[in-house]
């Protein structure tokens, strides 16, 4: 059976009106006609600003494609495009930044109330201003442009793709960075506890911080993307001094109104554009690309913020800006349009908007020509696999063969790929990849690496649509594996890698693969010998260079290089190599994750090392904290609490666990309720108080403790139970039968939880449910080792109430003639006779449970079924040892005795008159035996023997009969 892909037809459920951009009309392009041919003017700008576009992101190099863009750019401009393309982004780094910035003398540094973005901003315009022409300030603003891509692409190399620098390298781009802040901190005072070096960092990470959310503090060489955003912004928007500045949405171009987004007029009001130049003005409107590398720029600062959803709004509403007027770009190329689609709707992803990209996505394959079917053929997954099973497949093919496609299909410029991590051929079962029956399913159609970035947004698609659980995993397996078929680029492939690795996580059989391919995709960022590369020509002969690994990185989601060791890191410590992952963690600087690693490998003293190193150098309340946690010492709380200005919850939280321990109760309860005050979404710790007032009795705290809970984490079972106990301890078992239900519905594996439910059933006499609540504790005593003491696990007293009540029920619908509620009795009183039995197989030494049998058969009208419950009744019971003596239990023997004897008086015939003479005569010696002094035997002993004296009677009474008659 095919199973289709979710519908490209969104037509309902998503609404891109507001985003010109998602809503392109290609009805009237014609993808395989030659273009028009412009003037020559706006001819030379198409080619510079058509090559500015795909610069780096192709596999051919455009002076190759186009040798007329030598003679419209210039031999300067043109150098910086092939260093560009030979991954050089350095050396126009250094080069143009000389030129751009060697030419303002007068702004060699930041006065005390400027900012790094208003100076860079301002050497941009006033060196496109101080053209001599309209054409020389458009050629600046080419040469500023490939300034901000060279920047660019430095940081993604430095952060996302590597390799990493050489150290000769990095000692030069250190050297430029530091040369940079000499400039912009030159005339400024600088405090003597901080280097120049760490204040110019901090004023970068400062200003890439947007709507309160802070800038990821280990990214490497932040000044090169705060370079890029505002050489980006300021030749994309002019009119606008910096990104924390928005626009009004009605002076948003509105896409809609054209029928094709390229062919817009704009719409530039003369009051944005005060104070700017008319070359500036120019210079921008006529370099689009700039745009498109602005939006590109505006998603990789908001992949730095610290937060795992970002909803501020200004970087969406620059980008929705950037996008909106994309003026004069044509779409003569189904490989652009799709491609820069493509990137739209990643860009929809990473900002979380409405549909994550899901319509953007399928018009990329739509436009790309990419024809996709989910479906399933049978087949093998494991080596010794005898019969072929379904197994999901993902079938690709192209249905047309355009400029774009051509430009990157079949292209693959070296054979250098990510490591390959295969199955284990000796102890794995696993295939590198499933074998179809039919061989049709085994090959495949050669896909362009546009159309394998497509299959991967479609895959992402997946994983935003649907819960994480094993049918979302197997869809996105098979698109995966269809994209890992091909290997002709090195980013694409690893994206493959990392995805499957990620889901292969969870399986036991491929887990251990799947760690060890993660580590290689770390690996390859850096060259130094490491366990999967551990020789140079793997580490640097066989690495990609930068500009293959960059080259299709913004039409794939990638993780950066920190967020990928941290990943690993988690992974390492779940499974318990805790030492490893806290070195990669202190590679991230993820010190609290450092020091409970070392706690966790018994390394106390180097996990308090690197606390004092951290405290020593800057400190904090988390430090101190931590500190604390490794020498159980509370002046180190207090301390955190200190510097914190008792803002620090998780300190108050330490305390109160302390004190908890010590046995302050009191104590603790007012530092956790501090801590609460602070930071109430604090489940564990709500947790922790409820537990603590219930030891105090305080009731009603405790409630609304555990409610706090189970509002936060409705999934938390032990606190739904604990929600019930304390209704339980109120008397108040009609709250605490929802709470009950809850509990077992996250967790039936807790005996207590059942234990409660057979209470609070019995309490509202829903005898069914306390019979399955029974029936469970019975499971329980069954799984309980040798000697462990279960008879908590089901009480005489609570079979004996649901027997009780579920007959007073049976008799009571007798009565009424309800013949709906007779069928419900009767339904319950075989309920009741299976439990009795499975009871009596499993306690047959337990003298109340043939107590309870015999009072059941009794009331339904077994009395057959009577005398054999008390016989084993009265066995049992003469079964302890001491019985004789110990005046409970032979009152009990006794009465049990009288009663078989009356059963036996009342069949009247001979045999069980004789029976029941020699019963009750032994139990009468046994008893006279035991009793040395006869004169202490209970009462109750004489009725036994007046019952004897009975029976002796009627039986001599029967014998004189008998005589008589013959």
Same mark, same amino acid.
């Given at each position: 059976?095919?199973?289709?892909?979710?519908?490209?037809?969104?037509?309902?459920?998503?609404?891109?009106?507001?985003?010109?951009?998602?809503?392109?009309?290609?009805?009237?392009?014609?993808?395989?006609?030659?273009?028009?041919?412009?003037?020559?003017?706006?001819?030379?700008?198409?080619?510079?600003?058509?090559?500015?576009?795909?610069?780096?992101?192709?596999?051919?190099?455009?002076?190759?494609?186009?040798?007329?863009?030598?003679?419209?750019?210039?031999?300067?401009?043109?150098?910086?495009?092939?260093?560009?393309?030979?991954?050089?982004?350095?050396?126009?780094?250094?080069?143009?930044?000389?030129?751009?910035?060697?030419?303002?003398?007068?702004?060699?540094?930041?006065?005390?109330?400027?900012?790094?973005?208003?100076?860079?901003? !301002?050497?941009?315009?006033?060196?496109?201003?101080?053209?001599?022409?309209?054409?020389?300030?458009?050629?600046?603003?080419?040469?500023?442009?490939?300034?901000?891509?060279?920047?660019?692409?430095?940081?993604?190399?430095?952060?996302?793709?590597?390799?990493?620098?050489?150290?000769?390298?990095?000692?030069?781009?250190?050297?430029?960075?530091?040369?940079?802040?000499?400039?912009?901190?030159?005339?400024?005072?600088?405090?003597?506890?901080?280097?120049?070096?760490?204040?110019?960092?901090?004023?970068?990470?400062?200003?890439?911080?947007?709507?309160?959310?802070?800038?990821?503090?280990?990214?490497?060489?932040?000044?090169?993307?705060?370079?890029?955003?505002?050489?980006?912004?300021?030749?994309?928007?002019?009119?606008?001094?910096?990104?924390?500045?928005?626009?009004?949405?009605?002076?948003?171009?509105?896409?809609?109104?054209?029928?094709?987004?390229?062919?817009?007029?704009?719409?530039?009001?003369?009051?944005?554009?005060?104070?700017?130049?008319?070359?500036?003005?120019?210079?921008?409107?006529?370099?689009?690309?700039?745009?498109?590398?602005?939006?590109?720029?505006?998603?990789?600062?908001?992949?730095?913020?610290?937060?795992?959803?970002?909803?501020?709004?200004?970087?969406?509403?620059?980008?929705?800006?950037?996008?909106?007027?994309?003026?004069?770009?044509?779409?003569?190329?189904?490989?652009?349009?799709?491609?820069?689609?493509?990137?739209?709707?990643?860009?929809?992803?990473?900002?979380?908007?409405?549909?994550?990209?899901?319509?953007?996505?399928?018009?990329?394959?739509?436009?790309?020509?990419?024809?996709?079917?989910?479906?399933?053929?049978?087949?093998?997954?494991?080596?010794?696999?005898?019969?072929?099973?379904?197994?999901?497949?993902?079938?690709?093919?192209?249905?047309?063969?355009?400029?774009?496609?051509?430009?990157?299909?079949?292209?693959?410029?070296?054979?250098?790929?990510?490591?390959?991590?295969?199955?284990?051929?000796?102890?794995?079962?696993?295939?590198?990849?499933?074998?179809?029956?039919?061989?049709?399913?085994?090959?495949?159609?050669?896909?362009?690496?546009?159309?394998?970035?497509?299959?991967?947004?479609?895959?992402?698609?997946?994983?935003?649509?649907?819960?994480?659980?094993?049918?979302?995993?197997?869809?996105?397996?098979?698109?995966?594996?269809?994209?890992?078929?091909?290997?002709?680029?090195?980013?694409?492939?690893?994206?493959?890698?990392?995805?499957?690795?990620?889901?292969?996580?969870?399986?036991?059989?491929?887990?251990?693969?799947?760690?060890?391919?993660?580590?290689?995709?770390?690996?390859?960022?850096?060259?130094?010998?490491?366990?999967?590369?551990?020789?140079?020509?793997?580490?640097?002969?066989?690495?990609?260079?930068?500009?293959?690994?960059?080259?299709?990185?913004?039409?794939?989601?990638?993780?950066?290089?920190?967020?990928?060791?941290?990943?690993?890191?988690?992974?390492?410590?779940?499974?318990?190599?805790?030492?490893?992952?806290?070195?990669?963690?202190?590679?991230?600087?993820?010190?609290?994750?450092?020091?409970?690693?070392?706690?966790?490998?018994?390394?106390?003293?180097?996990?308090?090392?690197?606390?004092?190193?951290?405290?020593?150098?800057?400190?904090?309340?988390?430090?101190?904290?931590?500190?604390?946690?490794?020498?159980?010492?509370?002046?180190?709380?207090?301390?955190?609490?200190?510097?914190?200005?008792?803002?620090?919850?998780?300190?108050?939280?330490?305390? !109160?666990?302390?004190?908890?321990?010590?046995?302050?109760?009191?104590?603790?309860?007012?530092?956790?309720?501090?801590?609460?005050?602070?930071?109430?979404?604090?489940?564990?710790?709500?947790?922790?108080?409820?537990?603590?007032?219930?030891?105090?009795?305080?009731?009603?705290?405790?409630?609304?403790?555990?409610?706090?809970?189970?509002?936060?984490?409705?999934?938390?079972?032990?606190?739904? !139970?604990?929600?019930?106990?304390?209704?339980?301890?109120?008397?108040?078992?009609?709250?605490?039968?929802?709470?009950?239900?809850?509990?077992?519905?996250?967790?039936?594996?807790?005996?207590?939880?059942?234990?409660?439910?057979?209470?609070?059933?019995?309490?509202?006499?829903?005898?069914?449910?306390?019979?399955?609540?029974?029936?469970?504790?019975?499971?329980?005593?069954?799984?309980?080792?040798?000697?462990?003491?279960?008879?908590?696990?089901?009480?005489?007293?609570?079979?004996?109430?649901?027997?009780?009540?579920?007959?007073?029920?049976?008799?009571?619908?007798?009565?009424?003639?309800?013949?709906?509620?007779?069928?419900?009795?009767?339904?319950?009183?075989?309920?009741?006779?299976?439990?009795?039995?499975?009871?009596?197989?499993?306690?047959?030494?337990?003298?109340?449970?043939?107590?309870?049998?015999?009072?059941?058969?009794?009331?339904? !009208?077994?009395?057959?079924?009577?005398?054999?419950?008390?016989?084993?009744?009265?066995?049992?019971?003469?079964?302890?040892?001491?019985?004789?003596?110990?005046?409970?239990?032979?009152?009990?023997?006794?009465?049990?005795?009288?009663?078989?004897?009356?059963?036996?008086?009342?069949?009247?015939?001979?045999?069980?008159?004789?029976?029941?003479?020699?019963?009750?005569?032994?139990?009468?010696?046994?008893?006279?035996?035991?009793?040395?002094?006869?004169?202490?035997?209970?009462?109750?002993?004489?009725?036994?023997?007046?019952?004897?004296?009975?029976?002796?009677?009627?039986?001599?009474?029967?014998?004189?009969?008998?005589?008589?008659?013959?």
């Amino acid at each position: 059976t095919t199973v289709p892909p979710p519908s490209s037809d969104c037509s309902s459920g998503f609404d891109d009106a507001d985003v010109g951009f998602a809503n392109i009309d290609f009805s009237g392009v014609n993808f395989e006609e030659e273009t028009y041919d412009p003037s020559p003017g706006i001819k030379k700008i198409s080619i510079i600003d058509r090559t500015l576009m795909q610069l780096g992101c192709s596999s051919f190099s455009a002076l190759d494609l186009c040798p007329a863009l030598l003679e419209n750019v210039g031999e300067e401009a043109a150098s910086y495009i092939n260093c560009i393309e030979n991954g050089e982004y350095f050396n126009v780094l250094e080069r143009a930044s000389s030129r751009l910035f060697g030419e303002q003398n007068e702004l060699t540094s930041v006065n005390d109330d400027s900012i790094i973005c208003d100076y860079v901003r !301002g050497v941009i315009i006033s060196s496109i201003s101080n053209a001599k022409t309209n054409d020389e300030a458009f050629m600046r603003a080419v040469e500023i442009q490939m300034l901000g891509i060279s920047a660019f692409n430095l940081f993604l190399q430095l952060n996302y793709t590597g390799p990493a620098l050489s150290s000769d390298m990095e000692s030069k781009v250190n050297s430029w960075v530091a040369k940079h802040s000499e400039n912009l901190y030159g005339m400024k005072e600088i405090d003597k506890n901080e280097t120049r070096k760490e204040k110019f960092r901090q004023e970068v990470i400062s200003e890439l911080s947007v709507d309160g959310e802070l800038c990821c503090s280990i990214v490497d060489k932040p000044y090169f993307i705060l370079l890029a955003r505002i050489i980006f912004h300021t030749l994309a928007t002019p009119q606008k001094s910096n990104w924390m500045i928005s626009i009004s949405p009605e002076k948003i171009v509105d896409a809609t109104a054209s029928k094709s987004l390229f062919h817009e007029e704009s719409k530039s009001t003369s009051e944005l554009c005060d104070g700017l130049s008319e070359k500036m003005l120019y210079a921008s409107d006529l370099l689009q690309s700039t745009k498109l590398w602005s939006a590109r720029a505006v998603v990789a600062h908001q992949r730095l913020l610290q937060v795992k959803s970002y909803e501020g709004k200004t970087l969406y509403e620059e980008l929705i800006e950037l996008f909106h007027n994309k003026e004069g770009l044509d779409v003569d190329e189904r490989y652009f349009a799709s491609r820069i689609i493509l990137e739209w709707g990643l860009a929809q992803h990473h900002f979380d908007y409405k549909d994550k990209g899901k319509k953007t996505f399928f018009q990329a394959a739509d436009v790309s020509g990419l024809k996709i079917e989910v479906t399933g053929a049978t087949g093998k997954r494991t080596r010794f696999q005898q019969d072929a099973k379904a197994q999901m497949l993902v079938r690709a093919t192209t249905s047309l063969e355009s400029n774009g496609t051509k430009d990157d299909k079949n292209v693959s410029s070296s054979n250098l790929l990510p490591k390959h991590i295969d199955h284990d051929q000796e102890d794995g079962v696993l295939l590198e990849r499933v074998q179809f029956e039919n061989e049709a399913d085994n090959q495949f159609e050669e896909l362009s690496m546009l159309h394998q970035a497509v299959l991967l947004s479609l895959c992402l698609d997946v994983k935003n649509e649907n819960p994480m659980d094993g049918l979302t995993s197997e869809i996105m397996m098979a698109y995966l594996e269809r994209v890992l078929l091909q290997h002709d680029d090195w980013m694409i492939y690893s994206t493959g890698l990392l995805e499957r690795a990620w889901l292969e996580c969870e399986k036991s059989n491929a887990r251990e693969r799947a760690i060890l391919q993660i580590q290689a995709l770390v690996d390859q960022h850096t060259q130094r010998l490491t366990i999967t590369q551990s020789t140079f020509k793997a580490a640097v002969e066989d690495s990609a260079p930068p500009q293959q690994r960059l080259r299709n990185l913004h039409i794939i989601v990638y993780p950066p290089r920190w967020s990928v060791l941290a990943d690993l890191a988690e992974r390492y410590a779940k499974m318990g190599i805790v030492t490893t992952a806290a070195e990669m963690y202190t590679e991230v600087e993820m010190w609290d994750q450092v020091v409970e690693c070392y706690r966790r490998a018994g390394k106390e003293k180097l996990a308090e090392d690197v606390v004092r190193k951290r405290l020593e150098i800057a400190p904090t309340p988390r430090m101190w904290a931590a500190l604390g946690d490794i020498l159980n010492d509370p002046s180190y709380y207090e301390k955190a609490l200190e510097l914190s200005n008792n803002k620090f919850s998780t300190a108050f939280v330490a305390l !109160g666990r302390y004190y908890f321990e010590k046995g302050d109760l009191p104590k603790a309860v007012n530092l956790l309720q501090k801590s609460l005050v602070l930071k109430p979404l604090s489940a564990h710790v709500w947790f922790l108080l409820g537990t603590i007032c219930m030891r105090l009795e305080d009731w009603t705290t405790a409630l609304k403790a555990f409610s706090e809970v189970v509002q936060q984490e409705p999934e938390e079972g032990d606190a739904w !139970g604990n929600v019930a106990a304390v209704h339980m301890r109120n008397k108040n078992p009609g709250k605490a039968y929802p709470a009950l239900l809850e509990s077992l519905k996250q967790n039936r594996n807790n005996w207590r939880v059942w234990v409660s439910k057979l209470y609070v059933c019995i309490d509202l006499m829903k005898y069914d449910e306390a019979i399955q609540a029974c029936n469970e504790l019975l499971v329980f005593r069954s799984k309980a080792k040798d000697g462990e003491d279960v008879s908590h696990l089901l009480e005489e007293k609570c079979v004996r109430a649901i027997v009780g009540g579920i007959i007073m029920s049976w008799e009571n619908a007798n009565t009424s003639c309800d013949t709906a509620a007779i069928d419900s009795a009767n339904r319950s009183l075989g309920r009741l006779d299976g439990l009795l039995s499975k009871i009596s197989s499993t306690l047959k030494s337990e003298p109340w449970i043939w107590e309870s049998y015999a009072y059941y058969h009794e009331k339904c !009208g077994k009395s057959s079924q009577v005398l054999d419950d008390l016989l084993k009744m009265h066995r049992c019971l003469q079964a302890v040892d001491g019985w004789e003596l110990d005046s409970v239990k032979l009152e009990k023997v006794c009465k049990v005795a009288i009663q078989i004897a009356n059963i036996y008086l009342e069949a009247g015939d001979k045999g069980n008159r004789t029976k029941c003479k020699y019963m009750l005569n032994s139990l009468v010696k046994k008893i006279r035996t035991a009793w040395f002094d006869a004169s202490q035997i209970p009462d109750f002993v004489g009725e036994l023997e007046s019952t004897l004296l009975r029976v002796q009677t009627i039986i001599d009474e029967s014998k004189a009969g008998e005589s008589k008659g013959e």
